[in-house]
């Protein structure tokens, strides 16, 4: 793992200075501080991601150590679920203690995003605001400004660009009349202008390595996309378009049913993990006159899964709980949890 480094000079100094990569923190916090490290690590990631090194004195920039406990306390899970509920899309960080000179540091570690702007998705405290787009400048972490935004759009965009060229070029390769595509969503495989429908339960065990190498002769290959498995389905020469319907069949009340859950508990456990908005679990469809939430088969045995813990559910509740109290919201009627 890529964790700070501490090159020190003869007086004791780091050597290296805060920039839009680093920051020094003396000692780790809780409340309002804790959002403004979220700030911070969203800040680099919209950047080319960076390090939050605690245990540093400020001014000069002396490794003294962190003086209490409570980065080694902080539940990484928590942190997460602060970040989750406060921006999106998601971005990828890591969390860890390190010794040096008999020193304890805490290391808050975050790539750059691949998808980039992430979002402040609500105001919190006067230090998060809604809408806002934080991006990581020399020693300092604010609003991105035009110049900056302008380009990250534009790379983004180039991105895109450069991605439909490559797909192209191998269309164009391969031949037209040679390509297939593979819907991994709805279990589709087009073959020429037939549809070959692939078992769902075959699709969760299809898995792909985007790097490897087909070798004819050794030292020789090129990157490959590797489909691993047996692959046999059903030929069906005049297949309708598949209907929404027939993919998310469950209703909330159809999930709250089959889980033994409350309405309140429910909907706990779709805010708490984000399950609106994920197009493998949940679609909203317009009827012309109300939007109806239904969810895949697939979401429900994750639930399952996921509900043995119990932990799950009192985390998800307590996630919920803290989304309804700040943003004021009251639900219509809230229930014990189940013990």
């Known amino acids: 793992m890529d964790l700070f480094q501490f090159d020190i000079d003869e007086r004791g100094y780091l050597k290296k200075r805060e920039s839009s990569d680093l920051e020094y923190k003396e000692n780790f916090h809780r409340g309002d501080e804790t959002l403004k490290y979220i700030k911070t690590l969203v800040g680099m990631a919209n950047n080319k991601g960076g390090k939050i090194v605690f245990g540093v004195q400020d001014s000069p920039h002396i490794p003294i150590g962190m003086n209490n406990t409570k980065f080694s306390d902080m539940d990484p899970r928590e942190l997460d679920n602060q970040i989750r509920q406060n921006f999106a899309p998601s971005i990828e960080w890591s969390m860890d203690s390190v010794v040096f000179d008999g020193k304890t540091f805490g290391v808050l570690t975050v790539k750059e995003a691949e998808n980039k702007p992430v979002v402040c998705c609500r105001g919190k405290n006067q230090i998060l605001r809604e809408g806002a787009i934080y991006y990581r400048y020399r020693g300092e972490t604010k609003e991105i400004g035009y ?6 759009l534009d790379t983004e965009r180039e991105k895109e660009r450069i991605l439909w060229i490559s797909h192209i ?3 164009a390769t391969i ?12 279990g589709e495989l087009t073959v020429n202008e037939r549809r070959v429908i692939i078992d769902k339960d075959l699709i969760s065990k299809i898995k792909f390595i985007r790097e490897g190498h087909f070798v004819e002769k050794y030292g020789e290959g090129s990157p490959a996309l590797k489909l691993v498995g047996d692959v046999e389905g059903v030929d069906l020469k005049a297949v309708p378009a598949l209907n929404p319907n027939d993919i998310y069949v469950l209703l909330t009340s159809d999930l709250q049913k089959e889980l033994c859950l409350n309405r309140y508990e429910i909907a706990a456990i779709i805010h708490a993990n984000q399950i609106k908005g994920k197009a493998k679990w949940h679609m909203a469809i317009n009827n012309g006159k109300v939007t109806v939430h239904k969810y895949t088969e697939d979401l429900l045995d994750v639930l399952k899964r996921k509900l043995k813990k119990p932990e799950f559910l009192a985390n998800c509740v307590e996630i919920y709980g803290n ?8 639900p219509s009627r809230r229930r014990k949890t189940k013990k």
């Open 175 to 186: 031949g037209p009349a040679n390509v297939e595509m593979l819907d991994v969503l709805k």
């Open 169 to 171: 070029q191998k269309i």
């Open 147 to 152: 110049p900056e935004l302008r380009k990250l």
């Open 323 to 330: 989304y309804m109290k700040e943003t004021k919201k009251t």
